[in-house]
C-alpha cells in the first residue's frame, strides 16, 4: 500500500486564489471537494491555503503529511440511485498555522492573484471580542483575525479597488455574512487609531471593493470513517489517514453581496457550469429557513435524547420504534408547523431530510452533533419554540424535551451503559452549567439555563419568561432523572 503524496499520487498545480479560515472535516469534504470539480470542469483553476482554526494541529499535520492530498468518500442516495464514490482532492497547495506562522499568514493577503476568503468557525466563531487588538499575533476571533488579514491587503496594495476579496463564510448562521462584515466594520472602528489617517480610506476601501456574501451549506459531513478505514485504504491502495465521508446530497446557496451582480458572482465562482448544486441568488432566506429547521434543528435535539437513550448512531436512532417515533413528531408535527412554505413542498422536504438520516451507509455519530449545542438550540430550534407556542397555544413537548436532554448531557458523568457523556462547548457555558448542576436542585438548573439570556439566548431575552417554559424543563429533567431518558421520551409520543 503506497503512502499518499504527490511522489506517489499526481497532484495539480494551481495559483493560490483561496484562503480557507478551517481544516476540519466539513470544508474538505464539502468546499473544497467543489473547488476540486470546478477545477476539473471548468477554468477556474484554483487552489486553496488552508488555515489552521484552533492551536490544536493534529488535522494539519495529518494534511500536510499527505501533501494536503486526502479522499473524499460521498456515500447515500442522489437522484433515486446508489452512490458510493471516491474522489481524491488535490486542491488545497498548503497549510499556515496563524498561530506560530503569523507572519505567513498575514503575507498571504500579499499575494495579488488572492480573491476568496471561506470559514467555518462553527456558530460561535462570527463574534465581535473588544478584547481583540490589531497587534495581536493573531486575534483571538475570527472577524478580529480576517480584520487583520484586510488591512494588510490594504496597505500592501494602497488601496486598490481590484484587490478586494470575494468572502464566503459557512458558519450555520442566518445571514452570516451580514454578521461576518458588521464584525469587521466594529474592528476596523475598534482600531482607528491604529490606522490613523488610513482609517477612512480603508474603511471605505473594505466596504466598496470588498464582496461579503451570506451563505447556506448544506452536506452531512460524519468525518473519518473509522471503522472501514483499513478496508478503504485497501480499496484505494493508499495510506491515506484523513480520509473524509460525507453524504451524496449537497447545496450551497450563496446570496449576492450588494456590491455585486448575481452573473458577477457566477462569472467569478463557476460552480454552476460545473454542474454542481450551487444557487447564487438575490436572497438565500426562504432556503435558509428551510433548511435550518427541517435539517439541523431536528438534528440537535434529537442527538442528546439519542445518546442518553443509549443510541450513538443517527440511523439507528430513525429506526428506533421510540425515537424514530420521537423525531417524526418533532420533524413534522412541530418544527414543520413553524414555517410558511406550502405544506406539500415542506412534507416532500421533510421526507428526503429523514431519508438522508437513514442514509445506510453512514454512522452518523450523534456525539459529533453535540459541539456547542446550546448555541445551536438557540438559532435552529429555539425560534421554532416561540413561534409553535404562538399558532398552537401551548409548547411543543418534543423541543422542548430536546432542551432538557441538552441539559442533562451538559451535566455530564455517564450514562447507564458506562459511555462517557463529554460535553463540549464555550468555557463560560461549561462553568455555569457545572455551577447550576452543583446545587442538586433542578429548579435552578432550569431556571439558570433559561435565563442566561447574555451568554447562550442573546435577542431572545430571559427564556423564564415564555410562558410554562421553565416548569416543562424541570418536569423533563426530573423525569429523565429518575425514570431515564427512553421512558421520559414515551410519555410524550
Known sequence: ?????????????????????????????????????????????????VLQGIEDDFVMQLLIAQDCMYHVNLQGRLDGEIVNSFTRVDSISRGVNPFKQFDAFLGLAA????????????????????????????????????????????????GDPTKGFIIMPCELIFENGHHL?????????????????????????????????????????????RKEINDIQAKLNYKDNIVVQGEAFHVWVIERPSNMSIEELAAEFPAERAGLNVIITDS?????????????????????????????????????????????????DELMQTLNLPMDEL???????????????????????????????????LPGVKTYLERKGELPKGLVLGLAAIITYYKGGKRADGAEITPNDDAAIMQLLKDLWATGDTR??????????????????????????????????DAIQEKGMLATVESIL
Open 284 to 332: 438565500e432566506a426562504p432556503y435558509h429557513e428551510r433548511k435550518v429547521t427541517l435539517l439541523n434543528g431536528p438534528h440537535t435535539v434529537l442527538s442528546p435524547v439519542s445518546y442518553l437513550s443509549g443510541v450513538d448512531i443517527v440511523r439507528d436512532a430513525c429506526n428506533h420504534p421510540v425515537l424514530g417515533k420521537y423525531i417524526r413528531k418533532v420533524q413534522f
Open 181 to 225: 462584515k458588521d464584525c469587521v466594520n466594529k474592528y476596523i472602528d475598534l482600531w482607528k487609531e491604529d490606522f490613523g489617517k488610513d482609517y477612512e480610506d480603508f474603511k471605505n476601501w473594505f466596504n466598496t471593493f470588498n464582496y461579503v456574501c451570506a451563505t447556506l451549506v448544506d452536506r452531512i459531513v460524519p468525518g473519518f470513517p
Open 347 to 381: 412534507q416532500k422536504y421533510g421526507e428526503s431530510v429523514l431519508e438522508r438520516f437513514n442514509n445506510p451507509f453512514v454512522d452518523h455519530q450523534v456525539t459529533s452533533i453535540m459541539l456547542n449545542s446550546f448555541p445551536k438550540y438557540q438559532t435552529r430550534d
Open 444 to 477: 435552578k438548573v432550569a431556571e439558570g439555563v433559561l435565563a442566561a439570556d447574555e451568554l447562550i439566548w442573546k435577542n431572545h431575552g430571559d427564556l423564564n419568561q415564555i410562558p410554562g417554559l421553565t416548569d416543562l424543563v424541570v418536569e423533563y429533567l
Open 111 to 158: 499575494q495579488p492573484e488572492m480573491r476568496f476568503i471561506i470559514s467555518n468557525t462553527t456558530e460561535a466563531g462570527i463574534t465581535f471580542n473588544p478584547e481583540c487588538k490589531l497587534g495581536d499575533r493573531p486575534a483571538s476571533a475570527y472577524p478580529a483575525k480576517l480584520t487583520q488579514l484586510l488591512w494588510h491587503r490594504y496597505k500592501t496594495f494602497n
Open 1 to 49: 500500500m503506497k503512502v499518499l503524496n504527490k511522489l506517489t499520487a499526481p497532484k495539480a498545480v494551481a495559483p493560490e486564489r483561496i484562503i480557507q479560515f478551517g481544516e476540519g472535516n466539513f470544508l474538505r469534504a464539502f468546499v473544497d471537494w467543489i473547488v476540486k470539480n470546478m477545477n476539473d470542469k471548468t477554468d477556474f483553476n484554483s487552489s486553496v491555503v
